[in-house]
């Protein structure tokens, strides 16, 4: 058999029979690792360590859990192992439901129990987990034509599969088999079960708390936060997406194939409508002047603080709406983090001694001059702005740090109402792959970038790491001092979204060190039947980024 020439990272050229594994090289040149191989990289595709390797000057590099792409491949390995066991014992035909996560952690339920999960199934669930790690089974690929996969998946009652699977192109999938359960999913697995031995289950409410090793702490375990009212808005979004019979990328496609979108757009934005609503009228009745609005990065806050103006005057206030952003310091003198670059994501790139002055004058009743930021010159500029709070006048502030005590510490606490905002991801691909919050606004984000500030898709993609990193810094702590919560997440946004971004994520080359997570999310995205930007409202939260906002 001919011999190839493989260039493996951190190892260096190796000689080896062609058609060897990955799998094979990993055992043989990464077994001194300190954390197990999980996948690998070949020419910036991702593949599970079955693949073979066939050709001369291919370049290997192996990942573990301490890539971001490992961290999904054990998230993944373990919640099959989670669904392998929880089938086992009650029945392969059960429905297991992967619901949402929460700081990494995912809330799983088993919605056929009519009284939920008990401590001691959920110990079963558990102790089936354990032996199954020690037996260190294989995880193996099988490809299998589409008839035989929609058999398959019907045998073991795994419904979600057969209705995503029709929507797909391909004549032949892949599913992995662990023993006698074989299961589809978004993305490759690991090798074996023996490698799967981090986790914990935690009893919550009707279901559990899938735990993992958390890795902005050194990839131990951390104490699990109490349910709050962030679990409460996860909820009530699952219950109504269930309702609408849409809580599946498969189950939305087939609402689009017999309703079409009309019905789903106006439900959605109806949804989002009515909570405004509700907020304005309890900002109304507690008389609150000020109203901050803080979220992470291509949330909707500002589409979201010019729709809440509309219903606060509906309700007889006069708003004004202000951006955070306008208080920036000039560009040469903010911040830079520890690569050299500006760090417009920390607190301390807000002049926060100016809006806390500005504040505190136009809560005593004094005339105050808005500055606004030319991101153009990257300077703070005063045109004339004046604003002066006078009798129903309610002032509303929005921005990433918009609920940061640095910002508001000054203003008495009766006189401000916080509310935090995300995306918080309504439908996931099906029962066992969800959609991460993160990736609903990074696609946003993408759009927008390229639409509004002509940036590539390759530059959003380079600084999405950062955004993310501050906002677990500096945003998602204040979310536990807001009054209230507004999920701003669409369950038909995907669809649209999807015409934007698959051109773009489509012109990275594999030369580009941004391919191999363009290509997860065009993998990602190929889930989506699309749906055209014309028939979405023009108050949208969704035209913030595609364009064609009243606002």
């Not at 594994?21 to 690792?33: F, I, Q, W």
């Not at 955004?467 to 946004?493: R, T």
Request: aromatic residues 10%.
């Amino acid at each position: 058999m001919e011999k190839i020439k493989i260039n493996i990272v951190g190892v260096g050229e190796v000689e080896a029979l062609s058609g060897v594994t990955l799998l094979e090289l990993s055992e043989k040149y990464a077994a001194g690792r300190s954390r197990p191989v999980l996948l690998a990289k070949v020419g910036g595709e991702l593949y599970d360590l079955s693949r073979q390797v066939h050709f001369d000057n291919t370049r290997v590099e192996f990942l573990d859990i301490t890539d971001p792409q490992g961290y999904r491949v054990y998230q993944r390995g373990v919640s099959f192992l989670m669904i392998y066991a929880a089938k086992t014992v009650f029945g392969k035909k059960a429905r297991v439901v992967i619901s949402h996560s929460i700081n990494k952690n995912y809330y799983c339920e088993l919605p056929e129990l009519e009284d939920g999960i008990s401590a001691e199934q959920l110990a079963e669930i558990e102790n089936i987990m354990r032996e199954t790690c020690e037996k260190d089974l294989a995880i193996e690929k099988h490809t299998m034509p589409k008839e035989h996969a929609n058999r398959m998946c019907e045998e073991t009652g795994l419904y979600d599969k057969i209705s995503l699977l029709k929507y797909r192109h391909n004549k032949t999938f892949s599913f992995y088999k662990l023993d006698w359960f074989y299961n589809y999913f978004y993305g490759e697995m690991p090798p074996r079960t023996g490698c799967l031995c981090q986790f914990k289950l935690v009893k919550r409410k009707r279901g559990f708390m899938l735990q993992f090793l958390d890795a902005a702490q050194n990839y131990e375990f951390v104490e699990l936060a109490p349910e709050n009212r962030l679990s409460e808005v996860f909820a009530e979004s699952n219950t109504w997406m269930r309702i609408m019979k849409a809580d599946t990328v498969g189950a939305l496609n087939d609402k689009l194939c017999c309703q079409g979108n009309g019905e789903i757009i106006r439900v959605a934005e109806a949804l989002h409508e009515k909570k405004i609503v509700a907020l304005a009228d309890q900002i109304m009745q507690e008389a609150r002047p000020i109203v901050l609005i803080a979220g992470p990065s291509s949330s909707g806050k500002t589409t979201f603080a010019s729709r809440l103006a509309v219903q606060l005057r509906v309700n007889g206030a006069i708003p004004h709406v202000i951006s955070l952003d306008n208080y920036y310091f000039n560009r040469e003198d903010c911040p830079k983090d520890e690569f050299g670059n500006y760090d417009f994501e920390t607190i301390d790139a807000i002049d926060t001694a100016q809006i806390t002055e500005d504040l505190k004058n136009l809560i005593n009743g004094e005339c105050v001059e808005i500055p606004h930021f030319n991101f153009y010159t990257g300077r703070r500029e005063y045109k004339g702005n004046f604003l002066k709070l006078v009798k129903n006048n309610v002032l509303i502030l929005e921005g990433i740090h918009g609920l940061n005590e640095k910002i508001s510490g000054d203003v008495p606490r009766t006189d401000k109402f916080k509310i935090f905002i995300s995306a918080l991801t309504q439908i996931n691909i099906d029962d066992h792959n969800r959609i991460p919050t993160t990736d609903a606004r990074f696609v946003r984000r993408m759009v927008r970038d390229f639409l509004f500030r002509g940036a590539p898709a390759a530059t959003t993609i380079d600084m999405w790491p950062r955004v993310l990193h501050g906002e677990i810094k500096y945003i998602l702590p204040c979310q536990d001092h807001a009054d209230a919560f507004f999920n701003s997440a669409l369950v038909y946004e995907m669809s649209v979204l999807k015409q934007y971004a698959e051109p773009l994520l489509f012109g990275i080359t594999p030369d580009d060190p941004q391919y191999t997570e363009a290509r997860r999310l065009i993998k990602f995205l190929s889930s989506f039947l699309g749906v055209p930007s014309e028939t979405i409202p023009p108050n949208s939260i969704l035209r913030e980024f595609v364009g064609g906002s009243c606002f």
